[in-house]
């Protein structure tokens, strides 16, 4: 078995092994092309320090990771970690961490994020060994919104220009990777974003994807809560996607009244995941 990075890799070859790792996972995983080539620009992967675990010329195993300057540091996001069935139990995964910590030392990497789901046990007790602990807890949403028509108490309209620390203001907890700052940036001509206004004032905004139908972030701002603006930003993202089911991602556990807010417009629960983390 050799370990290499994936800079010169054959994508269609990497959405192949991420597959057929996934392919019995507790939520399957299946991507195709556009949809890995969309997970790279958005999430930062970086190809250079990304791994896989080669038998000859088959791949057997891979990492993804994203880079990004943060507040706490360099830091480095595990985007996905897999092997295929008929390799597990060999230590890959540890092997490959062996392989990536030294190239992350010298790169002054302060930080490891990742994601997983709160009921793989063997992964958790895996990543532990590893050094990383758990530092909150992620619910998923998804669902048809059941949007009731009340009477209007805001303009919507698409914001052209985005005033990040404004939005960020209307936040009570901090987003996962795949839905900060830098990853919508990364991603801007695929996402919509709308904001509700008050004479010509903003109060409310959501980010979301028409396509994947994915909503990335919905904020209100403090004073402005519970008066129905959630509501209308909700309606406006129900008309966008036809009515179709829609994806809340990596909300924070402790958000109680996001989730009972989601809750409330149609949404349930999908699974949970453990954000955890260490340091280099």
């Known amino acids: 078995m050799e370990i290499k990075n994936l800079e010169n890799i054959d ?19 299946q991507l195709n092309l556009e949809i890995l080539k969309a997970k790279i620009k958005a999430e930062d992967i970086k190809l250079e320090l990304s791994l896989g675990v080669f038998d000859g010329d088959e791949m057997v195993g891979c990492m993804l990771h994203g880079l990004r300057d943060t507040e706490e540091g360099l830091t480095v996001y595990n985007g996905a970690t897999g092997v295929i069935p008929d390799q597990r139990g060999k230590g890959l995964v540890r092997k490959m961490y062996e392989y990536l910590l030294p190239e992350l030392k010298k790169l002054e990497v ?51 220009l985005v005033d990040w620390p404004q939005l960020v203001s209307f936040w009570d907890t901090k987003p996962s990777w795949q839905n900060e700052i830098q990853s919508l940036e990364n991603t801007k001509e ?48 129900n008309e966008a996607v036809g009515q179709q089911e829609v994806y809340v991602f990596n909300v924070d556990h402790n958000a109680a009244s996001i989730l009972a807010f989601l809750k409330a417009q149609g949404l349930r629960e999908h699974l949970s995941q453990f954000e955890m983390s260490r340091t280099v």
Request: glycine share 6%; proline share 3%.
């Open 190 to 237: 695929n996402c919509r974003f709308v904001g509700a206004y008050q004479k010509d004032l903003l109060v409310g905004y959501a980010v979301f994807n028409p396509t994947s139908r994915k909503v990335n972030q919905l904020a209100v701002a403090k004073d402005y809560r519970n008066k129905g603006i959630g509501t209308e930003l909700c309606s406006y993202i």
């Open 110 to 160: 302060r930080k490891m994020v990742l994601e997983v789901i709160t009921g793989n046990h063997p992964a958790i007790k895996a990543y532990e060994k590893m050094g990383y602990t758990v530092r909150r807890t992620l619910d998923c949403y998804k669902g048809k919104l059941e949007v009731k028509k009340n009477q209007q108490v805001s303009t919507l309209k698409e914001i052209d």
């Open 11 to 29: 994508l269609e070859k990497l959405v192949a092994v991420i597959n057929l790792s996934f392919s019995d996972y507790i939520v399957p995983l």
